[in-house]
């Protein structure tokens, strides 16, 4: 679920890459990150969670990629490789607003795509949430592939009723930042629509100027956009990373992150629970 800070008139929303191992969803991520002008990222970061690492950045739509005024700022995560356990992606798709299933078209990796489709069914149920009712896209990547499944096919073995389908070649770049679209407009159609609170009005999704083109020749000096209201000022946020950790000697450990004035800081509070 997106979450609203009103003092800096920001809406943080999560959009999570899921996937068998292989199927493309770093490639998907570096290429985004590589396309995206600086001026609008944040840093492209790594974290161990739970032997697993974790791939995440985030972005902020020029201009009109807003909601009622509030700027929209869109975290992009996933997990890199297979992860050995499913507590990782349960952990990461923790309040996500919008998911890219990125599918290995190749015909031996289709029981691959089904169980991790189904698993990612379940973690979203088991946070009361439908895939259904959850923006979704699905990429159909490595169609360059000799085997390759059609994305008509993928559809049917997958059952994903209205989710959106789309071919991808993410090691060459085709069909990556289409896939990052869709999902960003139907997050912000969906924020639009449940935010009427904000005054909401339909807007673009987002702005050419946000991504940088092969045609676009390089400046001589980096032209840093004037900070957004707010960006500065107004009250810090924390939120849980991640799942309380028990430790010893009756202990829980609970992994926060502070997020202040655009940076952010992660920290864990070690609590001691003893009975009186």
């Keep these: 679920m997106a979450l609203i800070n009103h003092a800096k008139r920001e809406i943080n929303a999560k ?4 996937g068998p191992g292989l199927s493309g969803k770093t490639t998907n991520l570096n290429y985004i990150y590589k396309k995206l002008k600086p001026e609008y990222r944040g840093k492209l970061k790594v974290m161990n969670i739970q032997q697993e690492r974790m791939l995440f950045f985030d972005f902020t ?7 009622g005024g509030y700027d929209v700022r869109f975290h992009v995560y996933t997990i890199i490789g297979e992860a050995s356990h499913p507590s990782p992606w349960k952990m990461v798709l923790k309040g996500v607003d919008g998911v890219v299933f990125v599918a290995d078209s190749g015909r031996e990796r289709m029981a691959a795509n089904l169980e991790s489709f189904n698993s990612l069914c379940a973690y979203l149920t088991a946070y009361g949430k439908a895939l259904a009712d959850t923006p979704c896209v699905i990429q159909c990547n490595k169609q360059d592939l000799a085997n390759a499944v059609s994305p008509e096919e993928m559809l049917r073995t997958l059952n994903s009723g209205n ?3 789309l071919p991808a070649v993410a090691a060459q770049g085709e069909g990556v ?33 946000t991504v940088m083109t092969e045609e ?6 980096p032209v840093m956009p004037e900070e957004p209201a707010g960006i500065v000022a107004g009250e810090p946020t ?3 990373l991640g799942e ?6 009756g202990g829980v450990r609970l992994p926060l992150v502070v997020r202040y004035g655009g940076r952010e800081k992660k920290v864990a509070i070690n609590i001691s629970i003893t009975s009186e």
């Design 177 to 209: 930042l289409e896939a990052l679209f869709n999902v960003v407009k139907m997050v912000l159609k969906e924020l639009r629509e449940s935010g009427a609170e904000l005054g909401a009005e339909e807007e673009a999704a987002i702005s050419p100027a």
């Design 216 to 221: 676009a020749p390089p400046s001589s000096q």
């Design 238 to 240: 924390v939120d849980f």
């Design 244 to 249: 309380p950790e028990l430790i010893g000697n």
């Design 61 to 67: 739509p020029t201009g009109q990629g807003t909601v």
């Design 163 to 165: 989710a959106a389908l």
């Design 15 to 18: 959009i999570v890459y899921c």
